[in-house]
């Protein structure tokens, strides 16, 4: 069920291309690192691979077809900033539970707590969000998850802690994952082998 970018190009000005012949497969249960300096592409890759925008060459397969722009997304994207993600206008509750009913364990092991279920977006902080977007991620029949610099605005011990958590989960269920950051040291540090956007 590998996840596979073949030939992928994309511009946002036509015949102004910031991606070109990008050739990359990613195993399940895999995770790929993907690194590269600011502007070089990197998020609009993990946009065109998990589905959320067309490549404008080349294509996009899972497990040998041409992956769909359906209503339940087996290649999961999330972003730096989960307020992008999240409903305002939702209790955290509801977020959570949009798409599945996560377990009690799952909850416990990225430490959401009781008290935040009944709490507006507004009333938590960015970390606390990016939790239940992890969780949210995490839904029973998720082949990949694109985690687009998903940890840069938390400390180094929560962001190591829901690495593990996170990353434990992906192992068990073979969840191939894809970990987008400019940070080298982490990049080296959680993934199998690193794929590197553009020239530097
Ligand atoms: N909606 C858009 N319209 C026009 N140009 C865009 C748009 N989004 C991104 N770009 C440009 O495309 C290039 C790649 O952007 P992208 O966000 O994919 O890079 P990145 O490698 O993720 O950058 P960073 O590490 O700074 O987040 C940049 O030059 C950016 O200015």
């Not at 990225?110 to 970390?127: A, H, N, T």
């Not at 082998?193 to 020239?199: A, D, T």
Request: hydrophobic share 40%; glycine share 8%; with cysteine.
């Amino acid at each position: 069920m590998a996840l596979v970018g073949e030939n992928l190009g994309y511009y946002y000005r036509k015949d102004s291309w910031i991606l070109q012949d990008i050739n990359i497969t990613i195993a399940p249960g895999e995770v790929l690192g993907l690194s590269g300096y600011s502007g070089c592409g990197k998020t609009t890759l993990a946009r065109m691979l998990a589905g959320y925008v067309p490549p404008r060459a080349g294509r996009i397969i899972l497990d040998g077809r041409p992956l769909l722009r359906g209503s339940f997304r087996p290649v999961q994207l999330i972003y730096q900033h989960p307020e992008k993600a999240i409903n305002p206008k939702w209790r955290m509750k509801d977020v959570l539970n949009e798409s599945y009913t996560p377990s009690p364990e799952i909850l416990e092991a990225f430490e959401i707590r009781k008290e935040w279920l009944d709490r507006w977006p507004l009333e938590l902080s960015g970390g606390e969000k990016q939790r239940f977007c992890i969780v949210r991620a995490l839904h029973p029949d998720t082949k990949y998850i694109i985690a687009d610099e998903m940890t840069t605005m938390l400390d180094a011990i929560t962001q190591a802690q829901i690495w593990h958590a996170f990353l434990n989960i992906c192992q068990s269920r073979a969840i191939g994952v894809v970990v987008v950051s400019h940070e080298q040291s982490l990049l080296n540090r959680l993934c199998d082998r690193v794929y590197k956007v553009g020239l530097d």
